[in-house]
């Protein structure tokens, strides 16, 4: 009966041991304000970080969707805690001039290998050998793309704000396209639609795009459309940015990285935070896939929630992981 018991304490011990109380969680008492931009697909990766929070006992506040700049400047503030999409190099600007480093935790590379640049139809590709942005300063093949009638290429671009379009302004008048090519932006989405509807109609297109975006998954690169190239590196801000591909390739962007990017301040009083934000790694291919879902009409905040907790539990080892060494890091310095 003695040893009956003993067995018992231990084998419930083995299973009580791993688990921290919510008393004991690092987060308990402490609130948490995730932003965003208004680019409802950034929702997915940032419900990751929310929920991994959450699991360390943080109040998590709802996602407030803002313009990229009142993001980096209500950080930097402390009136919000982190925001999970910032791209280097493309938000360098916002960064650094809400303090860059001073304001800011950004430690880890939460999306890597992230691609951004310029695509036409690959029928137009083949059939004009169009291969470069620059063959768009033939006022024969910019007129391919124009879709107003006023002769220049139209370009399917970039929001005010979003960082890329800075980039795409300056690509313009460094490869000599300022006048055979219009820089068309607005609602991204909205753009978008006219230009695939187009693409269905069988007529020329010619637009940017990023990825992960469901773009990709529509439009299939080497399929569908190609990736044109850019003669030179051109980065805006006289950023010495060298933008050629190890193959060799240019596309006038370097592979982007997406960080998470916390308040200074708070991640230095939040270790365990500070530490899963270091670690947290998501594949490009699955935010494209889940950005594909919300497109075909799965796009309700309760789709995404679903979407996000389907992840979690198809990669529970590696998110428990995530957990597990961020509560290790309670009581250490990062």
């Not at 006992?57 to 950080?75: F, H, L, M, R, T």
């Not at 200074?264 to 291919?285: H, Q, R, T």
Request: glycine residues 6%; proline residues 5%.
């Amino acid at each position: 009966m003695y040893k009956t018991v003993i067995w018992a304490v231990v084998a419930l011990s083995s299973l009580i041991s791993p688990q921290i109380s919510a008393t004991e969680l690092p987060g308990k008492g402490i609130s948490v304000q995730p932003v965003q931009s208004t680019i409802t697909e950034e929702t997915f990766q940032t419900l990751i970080v929310n929920k991994a929070l959450e699991k360390l006992g943080y109040d998590v506040k709802p996602i407030k969707e803002v313009d990229y700049n009142v993001a980096y400047s209500s950080i930097a503030s402390g009136d919000a805690t982190f925001i999970a999409v910032s791209w280097e190099p493309l938000h360098n600007n916002q960064y650094q001039a809400a303090g860059g480093d001073t304001k800011f935790y950004r430690v880890g590379n939460y999306v890597e290998n992230s691609a951004q640049g310029y695509l036409i139809d690959k029928k137009t590709a083949e059939k004009y050998n169009i291969t470069n942005i620059a063959q768009l300063k033939d006022p024969k093949i910019a007129k391919l793309f124009d879709t107003n009638g006023n002769g220049k290429a139209d370009l399917t671009g970039c929001n005010p704000g979003w960082g890329c379009e800075a980039a795409i302004n300056h690509h313009l008048k460094a490869y000599s396209l300022s006048n055979s090519v219009e820089h068309n932006q607005g609602n991204y989405a909205a753009m978008m639609a006219d230009t695939i509807a187009r693409y269905k109609e069988g007529k020329p297109i010619l637009y940017y795009t990023w990825t992960p975006y469901w773009i990709s998954d529509v439009l299939k690169p080497g399929k569908d459309v190609i990736w044109l190239q850019v003669p030179f590196s051109a980065m805006p801000n006289s950023e010495k940015i060298d933008t050629k591909l190890p193959n060799g390739a240019n596309y006038g962007f370097p592979p982007s990285i997406m960080h998470i990017a916390a308040n200074k301040k708070w991640a230095e009083d939040n270790p365990s935070a500070a530490k899963l934000f270091s670690i947290m790694k998501m594949p490009l291919a699955d935010i494209n896939a889940q950005n594909l879902r919300m497109h075909n009409g799965e796009a309700s905040q309760a789709d995404i929630e679903r979407h996000a907790n389907g992840w979690i539990k198809a990669h529970q080892k590696l998110f428990d992981g995530w957990v597990k060494t961020a509560i290790e890091a309670k009581n250490t310095n990062n």
